[in-house]
């Protein structure tokens, strides 16, 4: 007979009254026990180093007195954590106070609240508990790596008797495919040691063994190791590499990240390659200081000299906080059982609010790219986000006043459709689409939801007609519409192109902006012909379209303008180097082209650069570091005394006297063309390929974003620190991972 379980009363079970037929006691023969999963030593935790060892229970219930005996187990601090080395035990009351400001705390078996104390209220103190935590856990580890015992979960009723030795080849390269599977999937160590997983890979190998999950995440590790070990091989062989950086917020803005990635042409294998270098921890201020001190660590973790960077592509972080506050509070007030006239009420008071936060928007990013301007002045060649700088002009289009109420209007339409089950059912049969809401955060939302209700305008009065009770458009303001989507429509679909992330871009910012310039004049033209009057309307557009492009000018008048003070000749030197884009250069503007390509690949390679950068410019003085890409600069120093038809500057006359072929396309890489015809330009191809792979905006940080906020949602919301960045990065770079499955 078993013997009853301490601390509990023992359950008898009573025979019913005879003829009842539905239960009969249960014999001795009858009882199945449960499975018995038998733990190996690997398996305990780590909090029980140093706590007093258990006799093993003398019952077959083994997994019950297990339990029963971890709740009898003393509460107290875990005296392996460093953070107890900044706190005084008092044995007497039991409790422990902080050496640096006398506050009080009574351990329960975890180091939350003291390792959350030092974080808030000392931080150089937090930094020194990090240091000697991470010590601790090295020699911890190193520990278990020199320890024979294996790391297998508990023993499964399924599991094969005769799995592959232990470190046999077969063993090892089963465990190296479960690590790969976590790294390059959303996969977890936990869901790959989890027994039903375990049961499909038995299915497909018998002899499989069951690995744990503190395996499959020792095995992850070396993995990455060997990961980052080939990305730093071809980072030291490029000759220049371009960076570009964001900031993003995880979801309950609990952690800040900053993004980088870069691009480079490899001349050993003659591709161009695109990496993710880090997805790291950025606590607030997000000041241009911080930014560029992140930057250059995450560098010298690279092993990346600050002379190979050909320039860094940077956002500002705090308009992403701004615009995430933003789209809290709306979803806030947003309510499904508002009446039509509440709901209009509602969206009026969010438009004066939206407007606020745009105007607040813009000003904190020009003046973030003014620190930055300082910041970097000098010490790494920088160049603002152009999709970015684009959206700031397109930002005064919703500040316009006679416009607001035709989009306010279109808004409350398209809220009371989506809140209508009947609307919306009716829609969908007639036309099988939606409207789109609109959302604040999202620039293009206005042109995305007024493309959609024009289309199915037709549909939308009729419904509207039958089931709401809400005012409609007039015939003029469904025209203002159409021209709005006109206008909004060509700045859409040039950020679409500058977003690109597998090809170059910054060779089409200059034709864009000039594009986008006269986009404008022509919106502007068509708009003279149309008589409002019989709509009974004046024309809203004037002071619109002149907004625009003072704001266009503003922001980016630095790219197409050659007289702009800041003026940057990267942009018409990239475009010089695609072969049907150059074609749409001025002789004036492709000749200093030419001549800037001339100058910085002397600059480049041909000089000895220190690794070791200036301080910081003066803001007050004129930087000598900052001027390489100004007109002034090299305007003067083509002046200069200097040998005429040099090699450099026969490819240069060698390549503009190439004929434009009919297959040539405005869409096309150049990149593909400089990397074919390298032996036949290899002084202009090396400069031509190192200037493309700089990116035209910072779209492939956004890109790390995304796979950061999917890995961080439902059960992954707590991933963060070293193993997001692991994640981050394994997934991004994938095709570092080839090599690593033999």
């Known amino acids: 007979m078993p013997l009853p379980t301490k601390g509990k009363t023992q359950r008898v079970l009573k025979k019913p009254p005879a003829g009842n037929g539905k239960f009969s006691a249960p014999t001795k023969e009858a009882v199945v026990s449960p499975a018995v999963i038998n733990m190996t030593d690997d398996d305990v935790s780590d909090s029980a180093d140093d706590d007093p060892p258990v006799p093993s229970p003398q019952c077959s219930s083994t997994s019950s007195s297990v339990a029963n005996v971890k709740r009898k187990r003393l509460g107290g601090p875990k005296r392996a954590s460093a953070v107890w080395q900044h706190y005084t035990e008092d044995v007497e009351i039991g409790s422990r106070t902080c050496q640096y400001c006398l506050h009080e705390v009574k351990p329960a078996g975890n180091t939350g609240n003291t390792v959350a104390h030092l974080r808030n209220h000392h931080p150089q103190a937090y930094g020194k508990y990090e240091e000697q935590e991470k010590c601790r856990k090295d020699v911890k580890k190193s520990k278990q790596q020199e320890s024979s015992v294996t790391m297998i979960q508990p ?13 046999s080849f077969k063993y090892r390269a089963v465990l190296r ?7 390059r999937t959303t996969a977890t160590p936990t869901l790959c040691a989890n027994p039903a997983t375990q049961r499909v890979f038995m299915k497909h190998d018998p ?10 995440n020792t095995e992850m590790d070396k993995v ?3 990961l980052l070990t080939n990305m730093k091989f071809v980072l030291r062989r490029a000759r220049k590499i371009s960076l570009s950086a964001d900031i993003w917020t995880k979801r309950g803005m609990t952690e800040s990240k900053l993004g980088m990635t870069a691009r480079l042409y490899d001349p050993h294998s003659k591709v161009m390659r695109r990496m993710t270098l880090a997805c790291r921890t950025f606590p607030p201020p997000h000041t241009a200081a911080r930014l560029f001190k992140l930057t250059m660590d995450i560098l010298a973790e690279w092993d990346i000299a600050p002379s190979k960077i050909s320039a860094i592509v940077t956002d500002n972080g705090s308009n992403m906080v701004a615009a995430f506050k933003a789209f809290v509070d709306s979803n806030g007030s947003d309510s499904h059982n508002e009446s039509d006239e509440d709901e209009e009420g509602v969206t009026v008071t969010s438009d004066d609010t939206e407007e606020a936060n745009v105007v607040e928007e813009v000003d904190e990013y020009m003046q973030f790219e003014e620190q930055c301007d300082r910041e970097f002045d000098g010490r790494i060649k920088r160049h603002s986000c152009t999709i970015h700088r684009l959206q700031t ?59 959609r209700l024009d289309l199915v305008q037709d549909s939308v009065k009729e419904i509207m007609a039958r089931h709401l009770k809400i005012p409609g458009l007039t015939p003029g303001e469904w025209v203002i519409i159409r021209y709005i989507i006109k206008l909004l429509d060509k700045f ?21 902006i000039n594009g986008l310039v006269r986009h404008l004049e022509c919106i502007r033209d068509a708009l003279s012909k149309l008589d409002f009057s019989s709509f009974h309307l004046d024309n809203p557009f004037d002071q619109v379209i002149l907004a625009m492009e003072s704001e266009l000018s503003r922001v980016l008048g630095y790219v197409i303008n050659e007289r702009d003070p800041k003026f940057d000749a990267v942009y018409i030197a990239s ?16 000749s200093l082209a030419s001549r800037w390509l001339a100058l910085k690949s002397s600059d480049w390679y041909e000089q000895n650069i220190p690794d070791i950068l200036p ?9 000598k570091f900052n001027t390489d890409d100004d007109l002034d600069f090299f305007v003067a120093a083509s002046l200069e005394v200097a040998p005429h038809n040099s090699p450099f500057d026969l490819e240069i006359q060698t390549y503009i006297s190439l004929p434009a072929s009919t297959e040539d396309n405005t869409d096309d890489n150049p990149e593909l063309f400089w990397i074919q015809n390298a032996g036949k330009f290899p002084l202009l191809s090396r400069v031509a390929l190192d200037i493309l792979a700089i990116p035209a905006g910072s779209s492939a940080p956004e890109r790390v974003f995304s796979i950061g906020s999917a890995a961080t949602m439902g059960k992954g919301n707590r991933l963060a620190g070293h193993n997001l960045e692991r994640k981050i990065l394994s997934l991004r770079n994938t095709e570092y991972l080839s090599d690593l499955d033999d």
């Not at 859409?492 to 910054?506: G, R």
């Not at 910081?616 to 930087?623: G, K, L, Q, Y």
Request: net charge positive; hydrophobic share 40%.
């Open 155 to 167: 023993k499964l009723s399924f599991e094969s008797s005769h799995p592959y030795e232990e470190g």
């Open 177 to 183: 495919e479960r690590a790969l599977w976590c790294l």
């Open 207 to 216: 002899r499989s063994p069951a690995f744990g999950r503190k395996a499959v």
């Open 224 to 226: 990455y190791k060997q």
């Open 393 to 451: 002009a397109v930002r005064v289009f919703e500040k316009d006043e006679t416009l607001k109420p035709i989009i306010r209007k279109a808004r409350v339409i398209v809220k009371t459709f989506r809140m209508s089950t009947v609307a919306t059912g009716e829609l969908i049969k007639a036309t099988n689409l939606t409207l789109i809401a609109d959302v604040s955060t999202r620039w293009n939302s206005t042109l995305l939801f007024l493309k």
């Open 492 to 512: 859409n679909t040039v950020t679409d192109k500058l977003s690109a992330d597998k090809e170059a871009t910054i060779h089409r910012v200059h034709f864009y």
């Open 575 to 590: 475009t010089f180097l695609h072969k049907k884009l150059r074609l749409t250069l001025p002789h004036r503007v492709a």
């Open 615 to 623: 301080e910081p410019a003066d803001p007050n003085v004129t930087s």
